[in-house]
């Protein structure tokens, strides 16, 4: 009887959470393995060439750094099981959430975009965002969109302007016809014309184009015209003096929903639209995307903070004056989307699937925010920089999502509003007035002003913001360090990949663009690991022990350059002075490493494909990979160490979206674009690594081959014979961008010139070891 009521109470609930059954036998697979590991372990601390003094060439340093990287390459793979250990999808069951209640009892959504830089995130990118959150199919009176323009750029809201004319006419055309996805240029470049609704299709498209050429020219002048300033009294804001780095906050609100005016051709209202730049002076730190989502944010809280005063200095009589502010703010609503500017929603229905985890009575209350993955509309078959992460997103997020929580990627999250603002679970007190539209009197104007106060500079001066409040501060990704503040503060999230993706974003299409962002990402994580909230201090007694070992698999990207550096350095360069660090092939110690390498290589192949890459786009990633790792992750590693000396400073380098027409066509060919490459000393050790181990490779087998070594001394040197024939073959782009490639995607001679000099002095002073 007791196992039935809790079937149907399982069924009554507005989500499922499934785990995935016979992981057994891959946990019998990942103990072999972890035995292979062991036993390189053993391997390596029992031969250590104490007693090599008969030729000093080094072999004992050598030796002592491999088997660090071992120890190193073994520690992580330990690590990466705790993703890996228990998966788990959660399904919501949105009928039911319908059925059961009143889509206007649902609770308000603020949906934040972010934007930055009208040169590199094109204002048109910004408002087609904006425009498919405005058309999400949700109550409009209960939908905002906030856009946050750390530009400061009356181009970008010139396009908002455009924007809102347009979404009057485009909403209603989503809603009229069902389409999907709503982000304009999305639709118009996938979906064809259809004969159904001909005459709306080619209407509305040409509207799109106009107001498109419209915002590109003004955009490529860089200026706004006299007689479009006229057209808005928010242009007044800005003068010649307004620069990026200097200006007063703006507020305004470009829609009101309350207002008559606010609605769309059909005379249905439309979601609230409001743009915002936070104040910036030269003297404040801003903190970069972390500061705009707070100045976003805390709209709600400054109200609460001046509640509190007067509660204190006021009579009680004035509590009830106080009490009428509180509730009449912009918006307040309960629950919070934050996206980057370019990551356009494409599932329309997905706020009702997200309700579904938030309001589901039992299992629900405690559920902090839900993340979804972040996947990208630009990407090739194959993948070639690897942008997309599809065993991380299919399994490694589920797997952290079986400890309870998944990670806050920045984009495509739902918060709970009270989650993000510092309060603790236990503290929480649910809020059961979920409709926040408030009957507020105040005009357009008086809001606009009201909110600019809680956009300035000072606002945050000597408060909790940044620390114990809101996103976290100084780490350039201010994503992660937050997301693990919540979870210790006791609260639960969940990780959600549906069927139909929930947001595209755009992906770096050069090298160049893909390292520099894996360099912030790298170094920003590393820097939590260092900070206090490394998840095994912070974390300890807080979250379990998979869920602090989960996060540092990504947290520890950067160190894990050292070891595999250490492997593609040392391996080719004692090929070249035949010096063997590893076993022969008929020695049974050969069996671990064998098979170690094989197992995991072929695991992760298969991960792979049933993840839905293809085996070039595995084999893509494993270039990416190694390049990363011995460029982006060094670099960071490195900035980590000065930055702790206080030599440098965090920095946000804004992902550029835009792309000429060359690099695009060059990126749909999935021919690499190793040029323009404002990093070149990223480019020097990546050439430097590939010839090494070509010289490395043909220096080992011309020894073996001219010298006529016998057997066991060549098959001694056979695994490093492989490590860098490997390394040549995942590589082979390379040599052809620096010995075939004449266009601007090659790599020029002077890099090769300088890694060969590079090379020949390393050779030099190894022989000095
Ligand atoms: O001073 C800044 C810098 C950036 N941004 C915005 O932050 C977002 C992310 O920047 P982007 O350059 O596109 O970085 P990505 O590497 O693509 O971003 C990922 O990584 C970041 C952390 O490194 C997270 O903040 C993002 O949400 C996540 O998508 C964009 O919308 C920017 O407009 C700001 O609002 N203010
Ligand atoms: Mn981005």
């Known amino acids: ?40 372990w053993v391997y390596r601390f029992r031969n250590i060439p104490y007693d090599d003094d008969d030729d000093d060439d080094g072999r004992y340093w050598y030796w002592l750094l491999l088997f660090m990287s071992e120890f190193a390459f073994g520690l992580y ?66 939908l905002t969109v906030y856009l946050s323009d750390d530009g400061g750029s009356d181009l970008t809201f010139y396009a908002l302007f455009k924007a809102s004319i347009f979404s009057k006419h485009w909403v209603p055309f989503c809603t009229r016809f069902n389409i999907q996805p709503r982000s304009p240029e999305a639709y118009f470049a996938t979906q064809n014309y259809t004969t159904n609704f001909a005459q709306e299709w080619l209407s509305i498209k ?96 400054m109200y609460i903070y001046i509640y509190i005063c007067m509660y204190i200095y006021l009579l009680s009589l004035l509590m009830c004056l106080v009490q009428i502010r509180v509730s009449s703010e912009i918006t307040n609503a309960p629950y919070i989307l934050n996206l980057d500017c370019d990551m356009y929603p494409n599932n329309a229905d997905i706020i009702h699937e997200v309700l579904c985890f938030f309001m589901d009575e039992v299992k629900g209350h405690d559920i902090a925010y839900v993340q979804f993955p972040q996947n990208y509309n630009n990407l090739t078959n194959n993948d070639h920089y690897a942008n997309s992460c599809l065993a991380t997103d299919k399994l490694e997020l589920a797997g952290i999502c079986g400890h309870g929580a998944a990670l806050y990627c920045g984009t495509g999250c739902f918060h709970r509003r009270e989650s993000l603002s510092g309060t603790y679970f236990k503290d929480y007190l649910p809020n059961k007035d979920t409709n926040p539209k408030r009957e507020d009197k105040r005009t357009v104007n008086e809001l606009n002003e009201a909110s600019k106060a809680l956009a300035t500079c000072t606002f945050e001066k000597d408060t909790q913001w940044g620390k114990e409040m809101g996103l976290v501060y100084g780490i350039p990704v201010e994503d992660i360090a937050t997301g693990l503040a919540i979870s210790c503060r006791g609260w639960k999230s969940i990780y959600y990949n549906p069927e139909r993706k929930a947001f595209l974003g755009v992906a770096p299409t050069t090298l160049d663009v893909a390292l520099v962002q894996h360099k912030r990402w790298s170094e920003g994580m590393f820097q939590v690991f260092f900070s206090k909230y490394c998840p095994f201090i912070y974390g300890h007694g807080k979250i379990n022990f998979g869920l602090q070992m989960g996060y540092c698999v990504y947290l520890l990207w950067a160190p894990m350059s050292l070891p595999t550096l250490s492997y593609v350095i040392v391996s080719p360069i004692t090929l070249l002075r035949g010096i063997p660090l590893f076993p022969q092939l008929t020695s049974l110690w050969f069996l671990p490493f064998a098979y170690a390498f094989v197992a995991t290589n072929a695991y992760s192949l298969g991960e792979a494909l049933s993840c839905g890459s293809t085996i070039k786009g595995w084999w893509n990633l494993q270039r990416m990979r190694l390049i990363r790792r011995t460029t982006s992750y060094l670099f960071s590693f490195i900035d980590n160490i000065t930055k702790k000396f206080g030599l440098s400073q965090t920095n946000f380098v804004i992902t550029d979206k835009v792309v000429s027409e060359d690099v695009q066509k060059r990126y749909e060919q999935e021919v690499i674009d190793f040029g323009n490459s404002s990093n070149s000393i990223m480019l020097t050790i990546l050439a430097t690594v590939a010839l090494l181990n070509l010289f490395g490779l043909v220096g080992g087998i011309m020894r073996i081959v001219i010298m006529d070594l016998g057997f066991t001394s060549s098959s001694q040197l056979m695994i490093q014979i492989m490590v860098s024939a490997l390394v040549v073959m995942v590589y082979l782009p390379v040599y052809e961008a620096l010995f075939i490639r004449t266009d601007k995607g090659s790599i020029s001679s002077s890099i090769m010139f300088k890694s060969i000099a590079f090379i020949s002095l390393g050779c030099c002073l190894a022989h000095f070891i």
């Not at 069924?11 to 292979?36: C, H, P, W």
Request: charged share 25%; hydrophobic share 35%; glycine share 6%.
């Open 1 to 40: 009887m007791g196992e039935k009521s809790c079937e149907i109470e399982e069924r009554v609930g507005l989500f499922e959470r499934k785990e995935v059954r016979k992981r057994g036998v891959y946990k019998v697979f990942a103990s072999t393995i972890f035995a292979a590991i062991c036993f390189i």
């Open 77 to 142: 793979w330990i690590i990466t099981q705790s993703v890996r250990w228990r998966i788990v999808y959660h399904t919501p069951f949105k009928h039911t959430l319908l059925n059961r209640y009143d889509e206007q009892k649902l609770g308000g959504v603020d949906i934040f975009v972010c934007t930055a830089d009208p040169i590199l995130e094109p204002p048109m990118i910004v408002i087609n965002t904006v425009l498919s959150a405005m058309a999400y199919n949700y109550p409009s009176n209960n």
């Open 206 to 301: 040409k509207l799109y184009e106009n107001m498109k050429r419209d915002i590109e020219s003004v955009v490529a002048n860089g200026k706004v015209p006299d007689d479009a300033r006229k057209q808005h009294n928010g242009f007044s804001e800005w003068n010649h003096k307004t620069t990026k780095q200097d200006h007063q906050s703006i507020v305004q609100i470009m829609i009101d929903g309350r207002d008559k005016n606010g609605v769309d051709e059909d005379g249905y209202g439309l979601a609230t639209l409001v743009y915002m730049a936070r104040e910036k002076r030269p003297n404040y730190p801003h903190h970069f995307k972390a500061g705009a989502m707070n100045a976003l944010v805390c709209h709600h809280y």
